[in-house]
């Protein structure tokens, strides 16, 4: 649903009432965002996944002990094995630009260029159906914030501690419910609602294959990042 608003959202630019900022909703499509935007909030897998990236780029307390349990549990759970459980980590911290303190040992990759990571995304949207609009202004998106996401896997907070990334998009998806409960709300910002389809969109891959991993934790930073552009 995310998608289809936004695609609608790209094609009223010639309103002049308003811009690609705005997304005007109708009230079935209120209600049904509400209800997806509850689903999410009740959804403690989400939570658990933006702690993990959130970790990843220094907004939490976690250790790395901490995260690389996180890790290999949600692995462990989508049905991955913990066998080789150093390497695993290793080669995952090797891929986000990381030596991680743990283990070293067999490495053999190296850290994912941005163009890669663009790469994935562009196959993801594709695989998620997103009309090609869209999947063009939800990379643009994530192009746009590269300084940002590079920025935070070297561990230069990108925000303060207080706006974690997953505080921040838990409380997005409520004062988004809440405006949409809002019998006098009728619009979102673009932004706003690109930046959750881009988070979202590529939890369903973290914790997968080393690769979807890593491009999960890039892309959950960078949709966390065009968020904040919609504030």
């Known amino acids: 649903m995310l998608g289809r608003l936004i695609d609608e959202s790209l094609h009223s630019g010639s309103d002049t ?15 049904e965002l509400a209800s997806l935007l509850t689903e999410l909030i009740e959804d403690k897998s989400i939570v658990v996944s933006l702690s993990f990236v959130d970790g990843l780029a220094g907004l939490g307390n976690l250790t790395e002990s901490q995260i ?46 941005y163009e890669h990571f663009l790469e994935m ?16 202004y939800l990379i643009e998106r994530v192009s746009a914030v590269r300084g940002t996401v590079e920025g935070a896997l070297e561990s230069r907070n990108f925000v303060k501690a207080s706006e974690s990334l997953s505080r921040r998009t838990m409380d997005l998806l409520k004062q988004l419910r809440a405006a949409l409960q809002s019998a006098d709300s009728s619009s979102l910002s673009t932004n706003q609602v690109a930046g959750l389809a881009i988070v ?26 065009v968020q904040l552009v919609g504030k």
Do not use: C
């Open 68 to 113: 690389r349990e996180i890790y290999l549990s949600e692995r462990k759970r989508r049905g991955r094995t913990r066998a080789l459980a150093s390497k695993q980590w290793a080669d995952f911290w090797a891929r986000l630009g990381r030596q991680s303190g743990w283990s070293r040992w067999g490495v053999a990759t190296e850290k994912m260029s």
């Open 200 to 225: 979202v969109s590529n939890l369903s891959v973290l914790f997968t294959t080393r690769d979807w991993s890593a491009a999960g934790t890039m892309s959950a930073i960078s949709g966390g990042s």
């Open 121 to 136: 995304e562009r196959r993801l949207f594709k695989a998620l159906k997103f009309p090609e609009k869209v999947k063009a």
């Open 17 to 31: 009432n308003r811009g690609h900022d705005l997304i005007a909703l109708s009230p079935h499509e209120k209600k």
